[in-house]
T-cell receptor, first 114, second 114 residues
C-alpha cells in the first residue's frame, strides 16, 4: 500500500545531540501527525499539524507542516536516552474513500547512546 | 481515564483458521479505526467505523471484516488466515465522524499465523 517517504531509516546519536527527520509525499495531506512507538506498544501521538506552514512545539520536539502540504519534519533537541524508539510520520486526507485513513511512513529508528 | 484497550494481547493461529480481535475506544470516542502493522513497516489502514457504519476501507481483501457495536466497541474478523496475516493489529479511536480528527492508538494484538 501507499506509504510516505520517511528519512532517515535509522539514527545513532549521542545523548545531548539534536535530531532531525522528515517525510515527503506525492499526495497532498490536510493533516500531518508524528507518532512514537516503543516495543510492544501502539504508536503514541507526539504532535499534530493541521495547517500548511504551521510550526508546532511540544517540549523538546518541534514539527512543521510543509507549505506544499506534501512534507513535514520533526526535530528533537538535546536528546535523552528515553527518546529511543521508532518515530512515524502520518498524513491524513479528508473525505472520499480515504475517510479516516492515516498513511504512515516507514519509520525512523532512533538510538541514543548515553 | 482508560485509553484504547485491545484483546487479546497475543494470539497464535494456523493457516485457514478464523480470528476475532476486539477493541474498546476511549470513553466518549465514537469512531474506531483498524490498522495492520507488519514487522519493520508503518501501520496500514484497514477500516474506519463511526456510529456502527463503515466510513472508510483500505486495500485489504474481503477476508477482512469488522463491525462496531452500540457501545462503540469494535471487532475485526479475519477469515481463512494466511501466513502473511501475521502482524500487529492496531485499533485507534477518535472523537467522531470528522475525517481530520486525531486518532489515538491502543497497544495492539500480535497475531502469529503458523
Amino acid at each position: 500500500g501507499q506509504q510516505l517517504n520517511q528519512s532517515p531509516q535509522s539514527m545513532f546519536i549521542q545523548e545531548g545531540e539534536d535530531v532531525s527527520m522528515n517525510c515527503t509525499s506525492s499526495s497532498i495531506f490536510n493533516t500531518w501527525l508524528w507518532y512514537k512507538q516503543e516495543p510492544g506498544e501502539g504508536p503514541v501521538l507526539l504532535i499534530a499539524l493541521y495547517k500548511a506552514g504551521e510550526l508546532t512545539s511540544n517540549g523538546r520536539l518541534t514539527a512543521q507542516f510543509g507549505i506544499t502540504r506534501k512534507d513535514s519534519f520533526l526535530n528533537i533537541s538535546a536528546s535523552i536516552p528515553s527518546d529511543v524508539g521508532i518515530y512515524f510520520c502520518a498524513g491524513q486526507q479528508a473525505g472520499g474513500t480515504s475517510y479516516g485513513k492515516l498513511t504512515f511512513g516507514q519509520g525512523t529508528i532512533l538510538t541514543v547512546h548515553p | 481515564d482508560a485509553g484504547v484497550t485491545q484483546s487479546p494481547t497475543h494470539l497464535i493461529k494456523t493457516r485457514g483458521q478464523q480470528v476475532t480481535l476486539r477493541c474498546s475506544p476511549i470513553s466518549g470516542h465514537k469512531s474506531v479505526s483498524w490498522y495492520q502493522q507488519v514487522l519493520g513497516q508503518g501501520p496500514q489502514f484497514i477500516f474506519q467505523y463511526y456510529e456502527k457504519e463503515e466510513r472508510g476501507r483500505g486495500n485489504f481483501p474481503d477476508r477482512f471484516s469488522a463491525r462496531q457495536f452500540p457501545n462503540y466497541s469494535s471487532e475485526l474478523n479475519v477469515n481463512a488466515l494466511l501466513l502473511g496475516d501475521s502482524a500487529l493489529y492496531l485499533c485507534a479511536s477518535s472523537l467522531g465522524g470528522q475525517g481530520g480528527e486525531t486518532q489515538y492508538f491502543g497497544p495492539g494484538t500480535r497475531l502469529l499465523v503458523l
